[in-house]
């Protein structure tokens, strides 16, 4: 989104290459981990950036993601766990999820003979840092890809195996109300190029019958 102390190796960021492009400033509402993919959500003035944070924090906004994770997930489930924040302060959390489709693989993986993965539907309550991320690992189903909470070892097998180096995690769609157009409306965003890829070779190479 914008150069912080997290990524101080990024000459390229949302807020920059949008100020370039529309000559104004922008005010930002919605963000994502620079790994996960899909929906933002910026204010251009700073009245209509007050009343959508105001939906946050009321939780009148509902966000959707899709996650690619370890092992084969429950039909449909909630995960109420409090996590910590950047400064260490422990906040509580609350997750949805459910189980889209299963996959198992032809794929040796430590003692196991095949891998098993889940994609999964997310909702979550409440907006925490890392909320997605920490409670998949939480239940023991990390998210592919997610270096600090998920396996080190499985993300090294997909980037030897299927040359992965982006978290299956996307921001699939994003629904508010609309405070000039006075309306509720939805955005969506299509699954990007390499998360795509690893459901297209999920399916070639699923062994479930």
Do not use: W
Not at 58 to 74: D, I, Q
Not at 162 to 173: I, N
Not at 182 to 202: E, G, H, I, K, Y
């Amino acid at each position: 989104m914008h150069k912080t102390n997290l990524a101080m190796d990024a000459d390229i960021s949302v807020l920059k290459v949008l100020r370039a492009q529309l000559n104004k400033p922008i005010f930002t509402i919605h963000r994502l981990d620079r790994k996960t993919s899909g929906v933002l959500l910026i204010a251009l003035d700073k009245k209509v950036q007050r009343e959508l944070s105001k939906q946050f924090m009321e939780r009148s906004v509902h966000k959707t993601y899709l996650a690619l994770v370890r092992g084969f997930t429950s039909a449909h489930g909630t995960i109420d766990y409090a996590v910590k924040d950047l400064k260490g302060k422990i906040k509580d959390a609350t997750t949805h999820y459910k189980t889209l489709k299963k996959y198992e693989l032809d794929l040796p993986f430590g003692k196991h003979l095949t891998s098993r993965y889940s994609l999964v539907e997310l909702k979550p309550e409440t907006g925490r840092y890392h909320q997605l991320r920490m409670h998949m690992a939480h239940i023991f189903h990390p998210i592919v890809g997610d270096r600090p909470h998920g396996c080190n070892k499985q993300n090294r097998l997909f980037k030897e195996r299927f040359d992965l180096m982006e978290m299956m995690l996307h921001a699939k769609d994003i629904e508010f109300f609309h405070p000039t157009l006075n309306r509720r409306m939805q955005v969506c965003a299509p699954l990007s190029d390499t998360f795509n890829r690893m459901l297209n070779t999920f399916e070639k190479e699923c062994i479930l019958s």
